[in-house]
């Protein structure tokens, strides 16, 4: 096991993974399991079955009060009011300059209560900028210490989360979720996801983490019943999803990240960073998020540059590789990449020194069948 710091926090789960003999890592302040074994194994099982994942490092903000959808309209970029209760949408907190500092999820649990939630290395952040952008006008309270979260991912996970669950989730949209129990438990349960795949995020209370896990894992059986981040990392990538730190931060926009929709210029008052980014919805991105397939067998990584030739047949960079790895489910490398506006291939990545060829394409690279 890797060594860590005293200052690691550990989630509710860490005597779980421990038990399912995890390789723990630190990440963004946390202890949390890597892989337990395989995570080739892992990234398949969701993509064929179903697994388990301790998401319990998240961040949940609540946002209440009578004006709590308005003062998070005016915190957001997106439209957080206009959500029916029991809806979600993916939003995302901009600087003035229109520079992403975190992307969310947004949930409208009751008419005056919303729950937000980010990621984890970014949750501090979150916190101090809701609460100024919103005071006056919601109540803005850090609810991550007292709640757990476990998702299940993945084509069984809605039969298998059906089981222990009184909340009927055949008729549960994508992006919603409902007040129920989960063996016994209160929870919170959303029709939400990072994998690509069918899947539930349950919230509950930190006690009742253990129990909720053991009951779902039940489950499975003789299948071995959790992913760790490793293989959560290979899923999001395949389903061309973005990663803060990678392809999201404070230096591109929303446009540049092709996440233009979430963007609502079209609601009512002003918003932090609506000028800014006016300005960039009007023109042409001032570089492109692409999806690049590998043409050998090796695996281009964060920061390796993309490559272009010139009229003259130089290669000279145009970009830079934001993610990459194996991509278990199509057999190859793939990677997203930020290249400059006007770049059109073909492309290659230097990856350690030898330009290796690699293919533009669509993103995202996996799509599940509905």
Same mark, same amino acid.
């Given at each position: 096991?890797?060594?860590?710091?005293?200052?690691?926090?550990?989630?509710?789960?860490?005597? $779980?993974?421990?038990?399912?003999?995890?390789?723990?890592?630190?990440?963004?302040?946390?202890?949390?399991?890597?892989?337990?074994?395989?995570?080739?194994?892992?990234?398949?099982?969701?993509?064929?079955?179903? /697994?388990?994942?301790?998401?319990?490092?998240?961040?949940?903000?609540?946002?209440?009060?009578?004006? &709590?959808?308005?003062?998070?309209?005016?915190?957001?970029?997106?439209?957080?009011?206009?959500?029916?209760?029991?809806?979600?949408?993916?939003?995302?907190?901009?600087?003035?300059?229109?520079?992403?500092?975190?992307?969310?999820?947004?949930?409208?649990? /009751?008419?005056?209560?919303?729950? $937000?939630?980010?990621?984890?290395?970014?949750?501090?952040?979150?916190?101090?900028?809701? *609460?100024?952008?919103? !005071?006056?006008?919601?109540?803005?309270?850090?609810?991550?210490?007292?709640?757990?979260?476990?998702?299940?991912?993945?084509?069984?996970?809605?039969?298998?989360?059906?089981?222990?669950?009184?909340?009927?989730?055949?008729?549960?949209?994508?992006?919603?979720?409902?007040?129920? *129990?989960?063996?016994?438990?209160? &929870?919170?349960?959303?029709?939400?996801?990072?994998?690509?795949?069918?899947?539930?995020?349950?919230?509950?209370?930190?006690?009742?983490?253990?129990?909720?896990?053991?009951?779902?894992?039940?489950?499975?059986?003789?299948?071995?019943?959790?992913?760790?981040?490793?293989?959560?990392? *290979?899923?999001?990538?395949?389903?061309?999803?973005?990663?803060?730190?990678?392809?999201?931060?404070?230096?591109?926009?929303?446009?540049?990240?092709?996440?233009?929709?979430?963007?609502?210029?079209?609601? =009512?008052?002003?918003?932090?960073?609506?000028?800014?980014?006016?300005?960039?919805?009007?023109? =042409?991105?001032?570089?492109?998020?692409?999806?690049?397939? /590998?043409?050998?067998?090796?695996?281009?990584?964060?920061?390796? /540059? $993309?490559?272009?030739?010139?009229?003259?047949?130089?290669?000279?960079?145009?970009?830079?590789?934001? !993610?990459?790895?194996?991509?278990? *489910?199509?057999?190859?490398?793939?990677?997203? &990449?930020?290249?400059?506006?006007?770049?059109?291939?073909?492309?290659?990545?230097?990856?350690?020194?030898?330009?290796?060829?690699?293919?533009?394409?669509?993103?995202?690279?996996?799509?599940?069948?509905?």
């Amino acid at each position: 096991m890797r060594r860590v710091t005293s200052t690691v926090r550990d989630t509710p789960l860490r005597k $779980v993974h421990e038990r399912l003999g995890a390789t723990m890592t630190e990440f963004a302040g946390w202890l949390m399991p890597l892989r337990y074994g395989s995570e080739t194994a892992e990234h398949n099982a969701v993509r064929t079955g179903a /697994a388990l994942f301790d998401l319990c490092h998240m961040g949940e903000i609540a946002v209440t009060g009578p004006g &709590a959808g308005a003062a998070l309209d005016y915190a957001v970029c997106g439209w957080p009011s206009g959500l029916a209760v029991g809806r979600a949408r993916y939003t995302m907190l901009c600087a003035p300059d229109g520079g992403i500092l975190d992307d969310l999820i947004v949930y409208r649990q /009751a008419a005056e209560r919303f729950l $937000v939630v980010a990621n984890a290395a970014n949750a501090t952040v979150v916190l101090a900028e809701l *609460t100024e952008r919103c !005071s006056g006008g919601a109540v803005v309270t850090d609810e991550s210490a007292a709640t757990g979260l476990i998702s299940i991912q993945g084509p069984n996970g809605c039969g298998m989360l059906s089981s222990v669950t009184d909340i009927p989730l055949d008729g549960m949209p994508y992006y919603a979720g409902a007040y129920g *129990t989960v063996a016994g438990r209160t &929870a919170w349960i959303a029709r939400t996801g990072y994998t690509g795949e069918d899947g539930f995020e349950i919230f509950l209370d930190p006690d009742d983490c253990e129990a909720v896990w053991a009951a779902l894992a039940a489950g499975f059986g003789d299948a071995f019943p959790a992913a760790g981040l490793a293989a959560r990392d *290979t899923l999001r990538l395949e389903a061309g999803m973005p990663l803060y730190g990678n392809e999201l931060g404070p230096d591109v926009t929303p446009y540049e990240a092709g996440l233009g929709r979430v963007v609502r210029l079209d609601k =009512p008052g002003d918003f932090v960073g609506r000028e800014a980014l006016a300005v960039r919805a009007a023109e =042409p991105p001032r570089r492109t998020l692409i999806g690049l397939l /590998a043409r050998s067998r090796r695996v281009p990584r964060h920061g390796y /540059a $993309v490559l272009s030739d010139t009229p003259s047949g130089e290669a000279v960079p145009v970009g830079l590789v934001t !993610s990459g790895a194996p991509s278990p *489910t199509l057999g190859i490398p793939i990677a997203m &990449a930020y290249v400059e506006r006007d770049a059109t291939g073909p492309f290659a990545i230097d990856v350690r020194g030898k330009s290796e060829p690699a293919e533009k394409t669509e993103l995202p690279f996996y799509t599940r069948r509905m």
